[in-house]
């Protein structure tokens, strides 16, 4: 398959960017985002370079797990704006090239959400099956998925003397996939969106969502994944699934739907992004690189999602015990920075203390290594969480716009905002956009350059991922190879400069490296090449053939 005749797989190659509308812009002055002020954004989303907007919940909602338990599937939450303003921001992206995928919450629904009220109502309620029930507390409980804050994963409903399953909060009661009329409500509601113009879904809680009720025959869970995407497709056939599966690779495989591709479009590559961290620990990228190698062989439609942080825990869940402390020690010394037994409610710039070199060297990886890099708002200028806002919420503070104390996210009072921004060294009197938008130096600049690199390198959605071969431990050399060239990356992961002896065998004696963001052109003498690297130094190339009628 050549590339030429893909780029319809928009996917593989786009940079996602993810936000709460809540914090990002607000426009009518009361302390939260909206749609309005997201529009008012789009111009400086495409400046930045992305090419989809990946949108977290904004349905109605009581908001008490941000927006992640909704009570109507196909609402706007007033507090953010109106359908017309949520087609605003739709038309405003699409003009700029953005597309824009939203979350798909439908493992549960709010607590009050209408089917709830009424399922609750009597045992005989027609509602009563859009849920899991159980007569008696099962013997198997386990804590949620979040211990220390839900003991249990079945609730007394006291009207009705009966149990109901939730695998996250007891305000967010998980829905039974095994009644056909659930699945065709879960259906609909993405008809409706991609109606509304959406190029697809981020998928949350995928595992949860496909799982059998208990007692239930349901088949193949995976047909149900399969089922989704046939329809998905018949709908548009430029929709992806974006899904969230925090399970071993082998199993990532199955959610992908195997070698067939036909379940999941993307899946985060959480274990990717767990050997990374694991790798900055340990100054030395050899956990990566073997996390890389483990990646299983996917459809050349699927795509793996690469990402250093999102809303939620940094979780490290499938490091073993002694790795995770290591990362631990290392990013979270304070208990206070953990959650869960297993996460990091930090942002990276604190993780990494602040240190400029090692910072930008991260975000050069997450847009270099093979797949599609995912941003969360905030990154590309550094912003840092506000430690005093407990649990996961430290990380979801405003948009930092400019310096001023509510950073230009809002003209409200302080006191009157969605969530306070950071009051340290992180504050927008110090991290903000527009002291770093003319500032050559600065991180947005430096992300703005890596994704106008990265989108002009289709070999790093695309191409055959390859550890090259050195003589520096410390240092991750890989190219991603394809049939329109050849991308070389350096990564220094420890703290001294250092020189490597890269070996490209492979490559024409006429060859030359091309430095992607740099003035160099080195040849490629006989496939050898000597690469200077400084402290945490990157280096991005392409394998430049005479005649290539490439850029740079
Ligand atoms: C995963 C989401 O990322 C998280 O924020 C949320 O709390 C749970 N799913 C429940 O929807």
């Given at each position: ?283 030395d990228p050899t956990a990566l690189i073997r996390a890389l190698r483990q ?152 992300v703005q350059r890596l994704i106008a690199r990265y989108r002009a390198s ?95």
């Open positions: 398959m050549r590339i030429t005749d893909t780029s319809d797989l928009w996917w593989k190659t786009a940079v996602v960017y993810c936000l709460d509308v809540e914090t990002f812009l607000d426009d009518n002055g009361d302390g939260v985002g909206d749609f309005a002020g997201l529009a008012r954004r789009i111009d400086y989303l495409a400046d930045l370079g992305i090419t989809c907007l990946w949108l977290m919940p904004f349905s109605p909602s009581p908001d008490r797990d941000d927006g992640y338990d909704v009570t109507d599937f196909y609402g706007v939450d007033p507090r953010l704006g109106t359908h017309g303003d949520f087609v605003e921001v739709m038309r405003t992206a699409r003009d700029r090239g953005i597309r824009v995928i939203v979350d798909l919450v439908v493992n549960h629904t709010s607590d009050r959400h209408p089917w709830f009220l009424e399922a609750r109502k009597s045992v005989d309620n027609p509602y009563r099956d859009y849920y899991v029930w159980s007569k008696t507390k099962p013997k198997n409980d386990a804590p949620t998925v979040f211990p220390g804050e839900e003991s249990s994963m079945w609730e007394l409903d006291e009207k009705t003397g009966e149990y109901f399953l939730h695998s996250f909060y007891r305000h967010q009661p998980d829905v039974n996939i095994a009644n056909p009329k659930v699945r065709n409500e879960i259906a609909k509601a993405i008809g409706f969106w991609l109606q509304m113009g959406v190029s697809g879904f981020r998928v949350d809680a995928v595992p949860f969502l496909i799982e059998a009720p208990k007692d239930t025959e349901i088949g193949d869970p995976h047909e149900f994944l399969r089922d989704i995407r046939r329809f998905l497709q018949r709908r548009s056939s430029e929709a992806v699934l974006l899904g969230e599966v925090n399970l071993p690779y082998r199993q990532q495989f199955d959610y992908f739907g195997g070698a067939a591709g036909s379940e999941l479009t993307m899946q985060f590559d959480f274990i990717g992004m767990q050997s990374l961290y694991l790798s900055l620990a340990r100054r990646r299983p062989e996917i459809a050349p439609e699927s795509q793996w999602a690469n990402f250093v942080r999102n809303h939620d825990e940094l979780t490290l869940d499938k490091l073993t015990e002694k790795q995770r402390n290591e990362v631990f020690e290392a990013f979270a010394p304070d208990e206070s920075q953990r959650i869960y037994g297993r996460g990091i409610t930090r942002r990276v710039p604190p993780m990494l203390e602040g240190d400029p070199r090692r910072i930008r060297m991260v975000y050069s990886l997450l847009f270099s290594l093979p797949g599609t890099p995912v941003l969360f708002y905030g990154e590309e200028i550094g912003m840092g969480e506000n430690a005093d806002i407990p649990g996961r919420s430290s990380v979801r503070t405003p948009m930092q716009w400019d310096a001023t104390p509510t950073g230009g996210f809002s003209s409200a009072r302080s006191s009157r905002l969605v969530a306070q921004p950071p009051g340290d060294g992180y504050a927008p009197e110090h991290v903000n956009v527009v002291a770093q938008r003319d500032d050559p130096d600065s991180l947005l600049q430096h289709a070999e790093i959605g695309w191409g055959e991922f390859e550890v090259l071969e050195h003589d520096q431990k410390a240092v991750l050399a890989h190219s991603m190879r394809s049939d329109i060239g050849r991308f070389v990356a350096l990564h220094n992961f420890a703290e001294r400069p250092m020189n490597v002896q890269l070996r490209l065998d492979d490559e024409a004696e006429d060859a030359n490296l091309v430095d992607l963001l740099g003035p160099e052109r080195m040849p490629l003498d006989g496939g050898h090449v000597s690469v200077e690297l400084g402290a945490y130094g990157y280096r991005w190339f392409r394998v430049s053939r005479p005649g290539d009628g490439r850029l740079g």
